[in-house]
């Protein structure tokens, strides 16, 4: 499933403005399946053995500790050449950069809480989706 498959994370500050259902339209309406998906709050230590691949950059503190401050809603999205088009869909890391029309730019607060996570390569979304759902809670697209 490479190339066909993506990792998204409604942030908590946006899962707390009430934005989550706005944001999976969004991605639904870009023609996304929505494969699998749960609510859920990260403790600190999976917030950290999920950011890992960040520990030694100077803002893997803030991350974790931002990531594990409340409930977030993480989902796993399948289209094919999902990372790019996910990429383009949510915009640049830093709202303020993000073009008209992107998640972050709509529901982003600033570059940390940024509305939204999404997988940056390939074999790094496998590796997230994995992260968080088995193999028997996704549901991909019919035929």
Not at 64 to 79: C, D, Q, R, T, Y
Request: hydrophobic fraction near 40%; charged fraction near 25%; proline fraction near 3%.
């Amino acid at each position: 499933m490479a190339g066909n498959i993506t990792l998204t994370m409604v942030k908590p500050v946006a899962y707390s403005k009430n934005t989550s259902g706005k944001i999976l339209a969004r991605i639904t309406e870009a023609g996304f399946w929505l494969v699998a998906a749960r609510t859920m709050q990260l403790s600190l230590v999976q917030a950290k053995k999920f950011y890992a691949v960040h520990k030694d950059r100077p803002f893997f503190n803030d991350l974790v500790e931002f990531m594990s401050s409340g409930p977030i809603l993480v989902a796993m999205l399948e289209k094919e050449n999902a990372v790019e088009d996910y990429r383009l869909l949510i915009g640049k890391t830093n709202p303020a950069e993000a073009a008209d029309g992107t998640i972050r730019h709509d529901f982003g607060t600033n570059l940390q809480a940024n509305a939204v996570h999404g997988s940056d390569s390939d074999e790094n979304a496998i590796i997230e989706c994995d992260f968080f759902f088995s193999k028997s809670e996704r549901f991909y697209r019919p035929g």
